[in-house]
């Protein structure tokens, strides 16, 4: 079955996390993907990882990650000759996705308006930390350099240990799913119009609407999401210990927190309105800490959701990895090697399905330069062509 981007070619010249999981996605279902990286400058998440091994290879987890699915092309942008390379792959392409500092392409002569001359169907999308414009758009940053700037930091952990960063770098994987999504719209719009488009996506951005609800709750009070640790304005929507660990409530809405109760034995704790809910916040939590404690947390959330309470024994990410629920889902791939790659590994897939036609991964991410020559092949570059762009060291 036919997905959804065949016949769309991507021209991946990103870095880290967020600009290359963006073009992952899309080349989960099925958009052709040619990752473009310096010769001797590649991609840092080619270096990075737990795997020293892999990280000296230029095969690190991080790269492995959002590397399936994607050509390699090698190519020296500062000189002539790689530029001319750049320009007609741009020429047969319908997204360029790059994610330098803002002006870095420019320099090159490879922004959008010489571009999108050449290719007036390009869709051309800059990630970068802070936009392409207003007062922060030079400055760079990495996502937990974002995490520090945009408040996320600041409403993390305790009163009493706070700002925490999130444990996981959330901002470039949400950076890039929102990159994904912008491509797709720009990818739908352009078949009505004809015309391409220049998307200018911001992590800044991106972390903002993760906080959506603390943005518009702060407009309306003037008042800053504080740091509540594992606690949340209602009581039945916290955690607490049990007898081996801890449990998460999900008792959310006022059905949800009747059923809590009665489960619990306790149905005329039960509030009739959200507002008593959070007058009565402490003597709720004092009786949740006492009955919590009676059994274990494995226990609580099978008892739990067999009543239709959200609840959830704390993990580890391990135990979550090993949860048949996860493989049920096919939520990652696992290969038994690759070339450059000893042994095997696991990578995410996507956060969706489709009854047809839907995301998948075709091949393993691909060693540097891996693909270089064929690319340059298809572009018309013959034997001795390509050997000049090797001996002037452009690719």
Known sequence: MTRPFEGIRIIDATHVLAGPFAAYQLALLGAEVIKVEHPDDPDQSRGS?????????????????????????????????????????????????????????????????????????????SISAFGQDGPRGGQTAYDHVIQATSGIMACTGTPEVSPVKLGAPAIDYATGTMGAFALSAALFQRERTGRGQRVDLAMLDVAMMMMASHVTAHSRTGKAARPRG??????????????????????????????????????????????????????????????MLTRSADEWEAYLQSRHVPAARVRRMDEAL??????????????????????PFAVPVAAFGFAHGGP????????????????????????????????????
């Not at 000759?81 to 420019?106: C, H, K, M, S, T």
């Not at 999900?250 to 959200?274: I, Y």
């Not at 090993?322 to 042994?343: I, Y």
């Not at 991410?365 to 064929?374: H, N, S, Y």
């Open 322 to 343: 090993s949860d048949p629920h996860l493989a049920a889902r096919g939520l990652t791939h696992r290969f038994e090697d690759a070339a450059g790659v000893a042994g």
């Open 230 to 291: 594992n606690e949340h304005e209602y009581a039945t929507n916290s955690a607490y210990a049990t007898k081996d660990g801890m449990v998460m409530l999900g008792a959310s809405n006022l059905r949800q927190q009747k059923r809590l109760w009665a489960a619990l034995g306790r149905p005329e704790m039960a509030k009739a309105r959200n507002e008593e809910r959070v007058a009565q916040r402490a003597e709720e939590a004092a009786a949740l800490r006492e009955i």
């Open 360 to 395: 998948r991964i075709d091949t393993p991410p691909r060693e540097l330069g891996a693909d270089t020559d064929a690319i340059l092949a298809e572009l018309g570059y013959d034997d001795a062509a390509r050997a000049a762009l090797r001996d002037s060291r452009a690719i």
């Open 49 to 125: 990882g737990p795997d020293w091994d892999l990280n000296r290879a230029g095969m690190g987890t991080y790269f492995l990650t959002q590397g399936s699915n994607k050509r390699s092309l090698t190519l020296d942008l500062k000189q002539a000759e790689a530029r001319e390379v750049f320009r007609r792959l741009i020429a047969q392409a319908d997204v360029l996705v790059e994610n330098y500092r803002p002006g870095a392409f420019d320099t090159l002569g490879l922004g959008y308006e010489v571009l999108s001359a050449i290719n007036p169907r390009l869709i051309y999308c």
